[in-house]
T-cell receptor, first 112, second 115 residues
Framework: GQQLNQSPQSMFIQEGEDVSMNCTSSSIFNTWLWYKQDPGEGPVLLIALYKAGELTSNGRLTAQFGITRKDSFLNISASIPSDVGIYFCAGQLEAAGNKLTFGGGTRVLVKP | DGGITQSPKYLFRKEGQNVTLSCEQNLNHDAMYWYRQDPGQGLRLIYYSQIVNDFQKGDIAEGYSVSREKKESFPLTVTSAQKNPTAFYLC??????????????FGPGTRLTVT
């Protein structure tokens, strides 16, 4: 099936830092979504992007829909301990109807 | 409160037994989905349903079955034919009058352990 390459696979954050993660694909997507999953819970929708070039914020989170429609970025500013979790990107292909393709996730951990 | 419920949170079964996972939503969403998540992995689509009495296979449907007799409910049966059933199962829903059809909202998940 279609692949979404999400990077980095994991990262350590220190309180107050800004962090970034991204998703790339060889396919063109119509919609990009970003989710956060806490351990043992279901993913929670953070941001939805619908237009190429769109930049959307949700509190300290900012996501962008890449101009080529093949990538998306998520930034977390001034990170805090509760930002720890797994962040997933998901994309919707034009031919796929309502189905989403998910990236493998970026695991965000706190620096010891 | 509007949302998606999955029960139970934890489920234990012996190998060779079929087991049914429950998913209910009161968001008035048209579409519902089942995903499987293995440790350290992303989400893989098992089955989805766009409308009552209709459903389609996802990427890993073998060993699973579903039904969609009511808009609110989309139960998943893990059959004995599923070779590696131990996993975290997530149900999601989207669409209808409630909002854009691409924004999927997830339940809390059911962790199934088969020994």
């Amino acid at each position: 099936g279609q692949q979404l390459n999400q990077s980095p696979q994991s990262m350590f954050i220190q309180e107050g830092e800004d962090v970034s993660m991204n998703c790339t694909s060889s396919s063109i997507f119509n919609t990009w979504l970003w989710y956060k999953q806490d351990p043992g819970e279901g993913p929670v929708l953070l941001i939805a992007l619908y237009k190429a070039g769109e930049l959307t914020s949700n509190g300290r989170l900012t996501a962008q829909f890449g101009i080529t429609r093949k990538d998306s970025f998520l930034n977390i500013s001034a990170s805090i301990p509760s930002d720890v979790g797994i962040y997933f990107c998901a994309g919707q292909l034009e031919a796929a109807g309502n189905k989403l393709t998910f990236g493998g996730g970026t695991r965000v951990l706190v620096k010891p | 409160d509007g949302g998606i419920t999955q029960s139970p949170k934890y489920l234990f079964r012996k190998e060779g037994q079929n087991v049914t996972l429950s998913c209910e939503q009161n968001l008035n969403h048209d579409a519902m989905y089942w995903y499987r998540q293995d440790p350290g992995q992303g989400l893989r689509l098992i089955y989805y349903s766009q409308i009552v009495n209709d459903f389609q296979k996802g990427d890993i449907a073998e060993g699973y079955s579903v039904s969609r007799e009511k808009k609110e409910s989309f139960p998943l049966t893990v059959t004995s034919a599923q070779k590696n059933p131990t996993a975290f199962y997530l149900c999601a829903s989207s669409g209808g009058l409630a909002g854009p059809s691409y924004e999927q909202y997830f339940g809390p998940g059911t962790r199934l352990t088969v020994t």
